[in-house]
């Protein structure tokens, strides 16, 4: 075994390792959700599509710390990369606290909002938010120094441990499917801790940051929380909007729909986590950023590309093989769904290059039309179809807004 690992860093670059895990992570999340929903049925497939959609936001308020630690430690010298990452640990397990108490406290009213059968998950999910906060800020340091092989490690840990869990408990177990997959999560944010980048010793020498430093980390916070809401809104209102407007039955449809169209945003993934480190060194270098970021809008175009045309073209195949007959309904929809979140991913990613630069006008654009789509959805829901439509509208507006917002940048 260590002899295969050796001959593949040899062959592949870290990089490289980590798109190839990347891949890997989200073909075993799809795995994951596409076994549920099968296992499942529509009915209770809504409540853990619940808990999947609260994963995700959790993942986004998470990302600032771990996009803030990435950046920074990039920028600082060694010195002064040991104070920040303790200080960011600190400051993120709080937050996690504050968080994880306040799910736990209205865990009762989140089963009401949400029409699900059990608060009980709501109170399991919310113990194990400072985990996740932890992990964030630990893969933010990974991410930063570039060891990308140990950060696909605890990427790959994480999603086999909920996956195994999971469906050990509810294939081999009598548990409520909810408080099954809840726990699952709650154990795999344990898993995704490792490996655990350690700080160094007591006796190495710490700089605190200067008053300029610590103005610009909290700048560079800020603006990355206010995207990461902004994504939140775009990525996940939808669902959150379709399981209080409909009955579990269409919202559990729409909740595996929303699933197979997003493969776009969950393999577009590994790119922005490899663009914000090299545009933030290329910066630093007084090096042109711009070549990257059109390299990897290629990369995301011809994927984008290739999904929508299969979901066009094939979407009863590809409803039939990944959920089943008793999803059909949702085949018309798909490649639509498709379109929209392609269009999301390929602004996303002028968004956080904007962002790796200090620039928080795409922030507001993305914040526009993040808002936008919550109003057409509330406004236009008489079908399934409709709240698609809705999302086609605004996030192709989006796109075409920060192509704008570049463009503009790029002939100055």
């Not at 113990?127 to 060891?147: D, T, W």
């Not at 499917?177 to 726990?183: K, Y």
């Not at 493969?263 to 990257?292: A, I």
């Not at 949702?330 to 269009?343: D, E, K, N, R, V």
Request: proline content about 3%; overall charge positive.
């Amino acid at each position: 075994m260590i002899a295969i690992q050796q001959k593949i860093k040899k062959a592949l670059s870290p990089e490289q390792i980590f798109m190839l895990s990347a891949f890997v992570v989200n073909g075993g999340n799809y795995l994951y959700n596409l076994g549920l929903g099968r296992v499942l049925g529509p009915g209770a497939f809504a409540d853990a599509a619940i808990l999947i959609t609260l994963l995700l936001v959790l993942s986004f308020v998470a990302m600032t710390f771990q996009l803030a630690v990435a950046k920074f430690t990039t920028e600082f010298d060694a010195s002064k990369q040991e104070a920040f990452v303790k200080r960011a640990y600190k400051q993120a397990t709080t937050f996690g606290i504050v968080l994880g108490a306040l799910i736990v406290v209205f865990a009762t009213s989140l089963q009401s909002l949400f029409q699900t059968a059990s608060p009980i998950m709501f109170t399991i999910f919310g113990i194990a938010v400072p985990l996740y906060f932890v992990m964030s800020v630990n893969r933010g340091n990974l991410q930063g120094r570039k060891s990308f092989i140990q950060l696909s490690v605890t990427y790959q840990l994480e999603m086999v441990c909920r996956l195994a869990l999971t469906f050990a408990f509810l294939l081999f177990f009598n548990i409520e499917s909810s408080v099954a997959v809840s726990t699952a999560i709650a154990v795999s944010f344990i898993a995704g801790v490792f490996p655990f980048k350690k700080l160094t010793s007591k006796k190495a020498i710490e700089t605190a940051l200067t008053s300029k430093e610590s103005k610009a980390v909290t700048q560079f916070f800020v603006l990355t929380a206010c995207y990461e809401l902004t994504q939140i809104i775009c990525n996940n209102s939808d669902i959150l909007l379709v399981k209080h407007f409909f009955p579990s039955y269409d919202a559990g449809l729409y909740a595996s729909l929303a699933l197979i169209g997003r493969v776009v945003y969950f393999v577009t993934w590994m790119f922005v986590m490899l663009l914000l480190p090299t545009v933030v060194t290329m910066r630093k270098e007084g090096k042109n950023s711009v070549p990257v970021l059109m390299k990897y809008v290629g990369y995301i175009t011809v994927l984008a590309s290739a999904i929508v045309l299969f979901t066009f073209l094939f979407p009863s195949f590809a409803v039939q093989v990944l959920f089943g007959d008793q999803y059909m309904a949702i085949a018309p929809l798909l490649g639509w769904y498709a379109l929209a979140t392609s269009f999301f991913a390929l602004s996303n990613i002028f968004a956080y290059y904007y962002l790796s630069l200090d620039h928080y006008k795409p922030i507001v654009i993305a914040a526009i039309f993040g808002v936008l789509q919550i109003v057409l959805i509330i406004l236009f829901h008489d079908s399934l179809f409709e709240v698609v439509l809705a999302q086609v509208a605004a996030m192709g507006g989006l796109l075409i807004a920060q192509l704008l917002y570049f463009w503009k940048m790029q002939v100055k």
